[in-house]
């Protein structure tokens, strides 16, 4: 116990803890409930605990009355090089039939538990039965419970929450209550409501058996074009750092820390992410770098300042690599991803922001991407991210992102890379002992060694239950932004009847009394909702599902023609999805009203316009008046064109 006796840890824990009342965080001092499969159950001293290693003796690791630490420590002088390895990646299951997001493939899944010790998963199943994903994350566990020292895993997932699902970046909302994106928060800029939004989703993922939360995004929304945008939470430094930090206090249950009834953060990307020329993002070869034309790094490091306020659990590093003529601490930046720069994470983050939690790479990011990479593929296994290490051996970008600090590999299951780095002498185990230790404490603080099971039925009682939809609905109502609202056509008109709907749900209409004609000039005003344009790269396996491109709508673009089809005739309601900050000087003029939006379903679109809540929101970002003006715009500064078409924080606050 390296000088530890378990007597005297014991003393310590127990001094002050007279109170048998948890604290803030759920932490107990009196008997925690327990969840056992296969290890039997210790009574000792009137109190029981879970005997994980099978051994008929209380193990200090089993020990809940001892501290995190003491239990980690003691953990990790039991475990084998193998063993620890498998904690340091972050593994994506195996599918059935190989089919990304398909159902776990349990059989799959059980030796990458057993024979590889893994303990990170990502869940990316989305359905809409929480008890059956309870189920599964019950199944698997059971499974780690049966190995030698009966570690438990840390199941994380990324958003689930919103509107936006793409593959590698959010997950469908399925049974789970749907709020707007985080940009629909920054436009409400209640900090409150981003608290209470981050316990509902906490109380949500804890549910099913999710612990650990791959958001949020700490980035700033500085080049318009970047597809990444409806993740931030815009593109001015103070409110995503306020944000950001109510979000984690929300998932993780204050500011003091982890404890059984939190979800760990991991807030990302460690730093700069955002700032990509054209917009292009750092998941493709062809986005690989990003740049400070502007000078404002400053300000992307300062946006994860509430993060560590709020004593964020872990920190994922960008995927991108700094420009020529960055300088970190006096001296040139090194060519390479935060996750292989010690500037970046120790200097930076460790040293910089007192940082001793986790940090978890980016998916991927020791893979090779090899000239079929390069060109584009559409094979997810032919992928890899190792910007800036694309000549250094997988072996080699390991040791480097050790070195610099990294505690865990995201989306890969290379235990025996880690284990070579040791053996071979390049990396001490004492190193890797600090990560382990890193890693086991948050999964002690988090109660999963005494439960890491969950109960299905609960589940189907909590996930998405009423009282959590009427609050995301009431959000969706308040992310609105009005723009425009010309002759006072909003809140429609009772005597307003037939509507003419583009995009808009003919069964909600008809249900809030309208008629639904098909010719707009038959209609007493129209109803539209359209979105910002985009284009993509399809040869590329994200770049085919990312919005890239120019902002303006083409003259063929079929959500612009609706608009000119309706503004012609009728008074015209458009409503736009921003998920990039779009260029709307082609449908201002032809708009009697104009709402931005953020992720709302037709139910708070139809509440908003027919005058069920007050407008109050304001755009989180510029949108600009011309592709012009943003092809002259710095990438790293936030609202920045010279003569927007709507600045940052337009928004009518009235009808």
């Known amino acids: 116990m390296r000088g530890l006796t378990v007597l005297a840890l014991l003393g310590a824990a127990m001094s002050g803890c007279a109170s048998a009342s948890p604290d803030s965080f759920g932490r107990s001092v009196s008997q925690p409930d327990l969840g056992v499969r296969s290890a039997t159950v210790l009574t000792v001293d009137g109190l029981r605990f879970r005997d994980l290693d099978r051994d008929g003796r209380l193990t200090p690791y089993e020990d809940w009355r001892l501290p995190a630490a003491a239990r980690a420590e003691d953990l990790t002088d039991r475990m084998t090089l193998h063993e620890k390895a498998g904690l340091m990646v972050h593994a994506s299951p195996p599918t059935v039939g190989g089919v990304l997001r398909a159902e776990w493939d349990l059989a799959g899944v059980e030796p990458m538990i057993r024979d590889q010790d893994i303990r990170f998963i990502i869940h990316r199943v989305s359905s809409s039965d929480a008890g059956a994903l309870a189920e599964t994350s019950n199944t698997v566990q059971a499974m780690a419970e049966a190995s030698r020292l009966g570690i438990p895993l840390t199941l994380s997932s990324d958003p689930r929450n919103h509107f936006q699902t793409t593959f590698g970046l959010s997950v469908a909302a399925g049974a789970f209550s749907q709020w707007p994106e985080t940009t629909g928060f920054a436009a409400i800029g209640d900090v409150d409501l981003v608290r209470r939004f981050g316990e509902v989703a906490s109380e949500e993922y804890r549910a099913i058996g999710v612990r650990m939360a791959l958001s949020p995004m700490a980035d700033l929304a500085s080049e318009p074009r970047w597809p990444r945008v409806s993740g931030t939470f815009g593109d001015d430094p103070h409110r995503v750092s306020d944000m950001v930090g109510a979000y984690i206090e929300g998932f993780q249950g204050g500011t003091s820390g982890l404890g059984p009834q939190s979800v760990a953060a991991v807030v990302k990307h460690w730093v700069g992410y955002g700032a990509q020329p054209e917009g292009y993002d750092a998941h493709n070869p062809y986005g690989r770098d990003i740049v400070f034309p502007g000078g404002r790094f400053q300000d992307h490091l300062s946006a994860f300042d509430g993060a560590f306020r709020a004593r964020v659990a872990a920190v994922m590093p960008t995927y991108a690599r700094p420009p020529e003529g960055l300088e970190i601490n006096g001296r040139p930046a090194e060519r390479v991803a935060a996750a292989f720069s010690r500037q970046m994470i120790t200097e930076l983050l460790r040293e910089g922001r007192d940082f001793d939690g986790i940090v978890l790479t980016d998916w991927k990011v020791t893979d090779d991407c090899l000239a079929d990479c390069e060109a584009g ?45 040791v053996a071979s002498g390049r990396i001490p185990e004492a190193r890797i002992d600090q990560s382990v230790m890193r890693l086991l404490i948050q999964t002690f603080e988090l109660g999963l060694f005494e439960n890491p099971y969950v ?100 003259v063929d673009n079929t959500d612009l023609l609706a608009v000119q089809r309706a503004g012609a005739v009728t008074p015209t309601v458009v409503s736009i999805y921003l998920d990039r900050p779009a260029i709307l000087t082609q449908i201002k003029p032809l708009a009697t009203a104009l709402i931005g939006e953020f992720g709302a379903s037709d139910a708070a679109f139809f509440d908003f316009v027919t005058g069920r809540v007050t407008p109050g929101a304001r755009l989180p970002f510029e949108l600009p008046s011309s592709m012009a003006e943003v092809e002259a715009q710095a990438p790293d500064a936030g609202s920045d064109t010279q003569q927007p078409l709507y600045p940052r924080g337009a928004g009518l606050q009235a009808w």
């Open 377 to 421: 593929t559409l094979d997810y296994r032919r992928v890899g991210m190792p910007w800036g290490v694309e000549d250094l051996t997988k072996s080699e970008r390991f040791a480097k992102a050790i070195e610099a600090g990294v505690d865990q590999f995201g989306g890969v299951a290379d235990t025996a890379v880690i284990i070579d780095v």
């Open 455 to 554: 109960d299905p039925d609960a589940a189907r009682r909590i996930v998405g239950s009423p009282e959590h939809r009427q609050e995301s609905l009431q959000a969706q109502r308040r992310s609105l932004v009005l723009l425009e609202n010309r002759d006072g056509v909003l809140p429609l008109r009772p005597e307003a009847k037939k509507v003419w709907l583009w995009k808009v749900s003919t069964d909600e209409a008809r249900a809030r009394g309208f008629t639904v004609v098909d010719d707009p000039a038959e209609a007493d005003f129209a109803l539209v909702r359209i979105a910002t344009p985009f284009t993509s790269h399809p040869a590329h396996f994200f770049g085919q599902r990312h919005h890239e491109g120019a902002l303006d709508f083409p």
